[in-house]
């Protein structure tokens, strides 16, 4: 067990070597500061790396994950990130990306109880519910939770604009758009949802804020 976790600490060293071999200065400029364009919310799930399955080098996206890529308007650590991300880096995108064969979706669609994390999976359960006529018509199981997979990320593509932090952003005419991706594990392609958000005006009157 004790070799599992230094085994992090060789490789850590090793990727060291890599890096200055190719690039003398890389620790320097990265220490530098960071100048991010994306701001990035995305799955817990170990498989779905954001840096690599983007191509992006440390300092060019600002990632926020938690399960199932949920944006929770009570959630401080979220709200915090995308703050920062908005106020202070001013990122130009935001990008909800899902993955396909999500183990906090499967787990929503379900009745199984598992304890604290049900308190977070009641969002989810929420979009489900927003949704039920066009997933519940779905008689493929797997077809089933690969839209409900799609719907998630639009539902919180569309939470991220109704926060004041997003709007407020919008109204000084700052740049910023709202993406929906979904990543497949199967084959590493990332679908966009297309359904981009870039001001007001994309957003239903009901949740514009002044």
Not at 10 to 20: C, F, I
Not at 94 to 101: A, K, R, T
Not at 126 to 153: G, K, W
Request: one cysteine or more; charged letters at 25%.
């Amino acid at each position: 067990m004790e070799k599992s976790y230094k085994k992090l600490l060789s490789n850590n060293k090793k990727w060291v070597v890599k890096q200055l071999r190719m690039d003398p200065n890389y620790f320097e400029t990265l220490a530098k500061g960071q100048t991010p364009e994306y701001l990035w919310i995305g799955c817990s799930d170990s498989r779905v790396p954001a840096n690599e399955i983007t191509g992006t080098k440390p300092g060019e996206m600002f990632v926020h994950r938690n399960i199932a890529n949920m944006v929770v308007h009570s959630d401080m650590n979220m709200l915090s990130v995308l703050s920062y991300a908005v106020d202070v880096l001013k990122v130009k995108h935001i990008i909800v990306c899902g993955h396909y064969g999500c183990g906090g979706v499967i787990a929503a669609m379900g009745k199984k109880q598992y304890g604290l994390i049900d308190n977070w999976l009641r969002h989810i359960k929420d979009v489900y519910r927003l949704h039920h006529n066009e997933l519940d018509s779905i008689a493929d199981p797997e077809q089933r939770v690969r839209r409900f997979v799609e719907v998630n990320v639009m539902e919180q593509v569309n939470d991220l604009g109704k926060t004041t932090i997003v709007q407020n952003a919008w109204q000084r005419k700052q740049e910023l758009h709202l993406h929906g991706w979904v990543y497949d594990i199967h084959d590493g392609i990332i679908k966009d949802l297309n359904v981009t958000v870039t001001g007001l005006e994309d957003m239903n009157a009901m949740f514009h804020v002044s």
